[in-house]
Each structure stands twice: as C-alpha cells, then as structure tokens.
Antibody, heavy 124, light 110 residues
Framework: QVQLVESGGGVVQPGRSLRLSCVASGFTFPSYGMHWVRQAPGKGLEWVGVISDDGKNKYYADSVKGRFTISRDNSKHTLSLQMNSLRADDTAVYYC?????????????????WGQGILVTVSS | EIVLTQSPGTLSLSPGERATLSCRASQSVSSNYLAWYQQKPGQAPRLLIYGASSRATAIPDRFSGSGSGTDFTFTISRLEPEDCAVYYCQQYGYPLKGITFGGGTRVEIK
C-alpha cells in the first residue's frame, strides 16, 4: 500500500533553517510528481510547492519562493523540503503528497495520497 | 493568483439530507481544473473530486462535483454521520496562476 512518512520537524528559531524529509513506499516513486502542502494550527490548507517526477521542474507558492527548496532522490524514494529564513508564519503541519497522475516532467496537481504530516514550529 | 471563496462557512444538516457547498473563483479556472478534498479532525486531507466532476478512486457516488468557469458546487446527496468534516476546494488551472485552496466549509451532522 502507498505510504508517505514525513520526518524532520520540530521547533526552530526565526531566521534559522530546517529540512523535512518524506520517505515513500508502495508505489513507483520516480514516476510521480510530489507536493508539499502545509496547514497552520487551526487554519486551512496552503499549497507550498511541487517537483516533477525527474526533479527537473519545480514550482513554488509566492509565500515561500526564494526561501524553500524542494528536491528528491529517486534512488532512495525520498522527497525533501529545505526551509531557510524561517518566519513565525511558517509554523504549520507540513504534508507531503503524491500527484494523482504519473505525469512525465510535470504534474497534474490533485494529490491522492498524503503523509500523516509533521509539525514545524518557528518560535524564539 | 486565483482566490477561491467557499460558502457557507459552516453547514449543519441531519443524516440523509443533501449538502450543497459552493466554491467561487476570482477568475475563470481554465479547463475546470478544480478539486475537492475532505479533511476530518487529526487526519490528512482526502481527495474526493478532480477535474470539477471526476470522482477519485473508491469515492462513493453520493459525492459529486459540478460547475465551470468561476462557479463550482460540491454535493453530498445523502449525508451520513461519517461525512462530518471540513471540505476544501483547490484550483490548479493552466497556465499556472498559483495553486490555491479555498478557506473550507465545515459540515456538521445534527
């Protein structure tokens, strides 16, 4: 069965960096675009960014562009989110999610499998 | 960026009733690239509808989506107790003008 397991969350001071990981299993990871979506405590969903199946194409929300970087290691079935210059409003549960379609070099966007989420708290 | 406005904010209905949720976009959503998700407390979201009206795998047919352009509707034809959740719409129109979620509609079962 498809599983996505995030790790790397925790408490970090404003301005510092944190790297999240998401290990995938149960499907052909190299064939799917992958997304990060976040949810601030008690708030709605916010799409963060996406990376294509081959890692060559990426697209980010304006709120994180230039600060966050998505990468992937298809040999290790691992997705990563490098978060720099963190701010208090980055505090959220971060989810990795699989694109619905195996779309070569791109993405479709609706996400059919999600991890359990990992909490990132930015606070001094 | 396309802004999605969902209404009502909360919907309180009895089991067996019909629930109608609205999602209005600030600009036309190309190719009806609109999805609906269900999120229960403490859980990750679950994809219900994509392409405005296509049901995702294993989603019961009492869930349906419709609409085009700027106005989209999500319907639960006969509410069941387990449908208590927050429902979000998401647009992903191409060329990309951002990928955005609506603010959500909470469905409560009386």
């Amino acid at each position: 069965q498809v599983q996505l397991v995030e790790s790397g969350g925790g408490v970090v001071q404003p301005g510092r960096s944190l790297r999240l990981s998401c290990v995938a299993s149960g499907f052909t990871f190299p064939s799917y675009g992958m997304h990060w979506v976040r949810q601030a405590p008690g708030k709605g969903l916010e799409w963060v960014g996406v990376i294509s199946d081959d890692g060559k194409n990426k697209y980010y929300a304006d709120s994180v562009k230039g600060r966050f970087t998505i990468s992937r290691d298809n040999s290790k079935h691992t997705l990563s989110l490098q978060m720099n210059s963190l701010r208090a409003d980055d505090t959220a549960v971060y989810y990795c999610a699989r694109d619905l379609l195996g779309f070569s070099g791109g993405w479709y966007v609706p996400t059919d499998y999600w991890g359990q989420g990992i909490l990132v708290t930015v606070s001094s | 960026e396309i802004v999605l406005t969902q209404s009502p904010g909360t919907l309180s209905l009895s089991p067996g009733e019909r629930a109608t949720l609205s999602c209005r976009a600030s600009q036309s959503v190309s190719s009806n690239y609109l999805a609906w998700y269900q999120q229960k407390p403490g859980q990750a979201p679950r994809l219900l509808i994509y392409g405005a009206s296509s049901r995702a795998t294993a989603i019961p047919d009492r869930f349906s989506g419709s609409g085009s352009g700027t106005d989209f509707t999500f319907t639960i034809s006969r509410l069941e107790p387990e449908d208590c959740a927050v429902y979000y719409c998401q647009q992903y129109g191409y060329p990309l003008k951002g990928i955005t979620f609506g603010g959500g509609t909470r469905v409560e079962i009386k």
